[in-house]
């Protein structure tokens, strides 16, 4: 790990999956070696919910029950973030798009500034739902709790809490939206030659090691500018 500092080229990362499947935790990761923004819509809106703007509002509802917050006003959120100076060297987007037409405005947000390169991460259904039952977050900074952080927040202390949308039966509707919603997503990138999928059923360390293994295999082909 951070051998791709301060050299890095151009890397505009979609990572793609089901809830659960690892996405936050590895985009954090290449997030930090490779030194690129990463922008995790769900962290955008529940930092919106926690602070009680118009946004986090407009979204809570929504997000409790395990639906998708509207394509316009993600499309919205992404792009704002997108045009900020820190992601023009690249960046990781995490939960989003999410939908087909997310997808397509992503295509028309990140024209001319390069290819997306998407990594698809698999896991059981059945896998998901024993992770997501004993997923952590801190409830002060929502971060997502390491294996080893017992009782508290390795970052700021604040105490750790079950997500309010880990809960069995609003899971079970946040996959079967993933399964109507942004599992089309896959056959939508998997003709492009920078889609790659990775075995997410397997240790984070194994699937980081594979994911950079995929990175590096795409930068040799030459698909980061
Ligand atoms: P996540 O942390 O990615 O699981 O996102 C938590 C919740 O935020 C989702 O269940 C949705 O309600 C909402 N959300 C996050 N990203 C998106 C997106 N790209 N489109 C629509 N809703 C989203």
């Known amino acids: 790990m951070g051998s ?15 809830p659960g499947a690892g996405k936050g935790t590895q985009a954090e990761r290449i997030s930090r070696t490779r030194q690129l923004p990463k922008i995790s819509t769900g962290d955008i809106l529940r930092e919106a919910v926690h602070d009680r703007t118009s946004l986090g509002c407009a979204a809570k509802e ?8 509207s394509d316009d006003v993600m499309i919205g959120i992404v792009q704002e973030r997108l045009e900020r ?4 060297k690249g960046f990781v987007l995490d939960g989003f798009p999410r939908t087909i037409v ?3 405005a992503l295509d028309r947000l990140v024209n001319g500034r390069g290819p997306l390169v998407v990594l698809d991460i698999v896991v059981p259904e059945e896998v998901l739902v024993r992770r997501l039952a004993s997923r952590r977050i801190c409830g002060d900074c929502g971060s997502n709790a390491a294996v080893d952080w017992l009782v508290a927040c390795g970052k700021c202390g604040g105490k750790l ?30 003709g492009r030659s920078t889609f790659r999928q990775i075995d997410g059923n397997l240790p984070p360390d194994i699937v980081t090691g594979a994911i950079d293994a995929a990175l590096a295999e795409a930068a040799q082909r030459g698909v980061h500018s």
């Open 4 to 18: 791709h500092q301060g050299s890095s080229p151009r890397l505009n990362l979609v990572m793609l999956g089901p």
């Open 62 to 69: 929504e997000m409790e029950a395990g639906h998708l917050v």
């Open 161 to 190: 809490v079950a997500r309010v949308d880990d809960g069995v039966a609003i899971v079970r509707e946040r996959l079967g939206v993933y399964q109507r919603q942004t599992k089309p997503l896959v056959e939508y990138y998997s």
């Open 102 to 104: 997310q997808a397509n």
């Open 85 to 88: 100076a820190d992601a023009r």
